[in-house]
């Protein structure tokens, strides 16, 4: 039987999805620090899907991934997003479209 090798963190529902097509899989269940040394690794493929793709959908992913980090982290999407804002208005967001192309020494 061909098998398709992957050695990559899934999504929950990822298992029966399979099942449902009728394919068999091999899987483990890692523990907090193994699975976020491996969905960290999940970031960078996320990103560089969407940096191929400009899918908005990527950017779901992206997000779904930096939410499960965060909270592998100890800190929940809600902390992260006041984080977020906080971090926004003492720094500013990215709404208008600045390029720095120097500074003076």
């Known amino acids: 039987m061909d098998t398709k090798k992957y ?4 999504r929950d529902k990822i298992p029966e999805i399979i099942a449902d097509s009728g394919k ?10 193994s ?5 960290e690794k999940k970031l960078i493929e ?6 191929e793709s ?3 959908e990527e950017l779901a992913d992206l997000l779904e991934v930096i939410y499960r980090i965060s909270e592998l982290r100890g800190v929940n ?3 992260l997003d006041k984080i977020r ?4 208005q003492k720094r500013g967001k990215f709404d208008s479209n600045l390029f720095l192309i120097d500074v003076e020494k």
Request: glycine share 2%; no cysteine; proline share 0%.
């Open 35 to 39: 699975f976020l040394a491996e969905i």
């Open 46 to 51: 996320e990103v560089n899907e969407y940096s």
């Open 24 to 33: 068999k899989y091999d899987l483990k269940l890692l523990d907090d620090e």
């Open 54 to 56: 400009k899918d908005i």
């Open 85 to 88: 804002r906080d971090k926004g």
């Open 7 to 10: 050695n990559k963190v899934i």
């Open 77 to 79: 999407s809600d902390e």
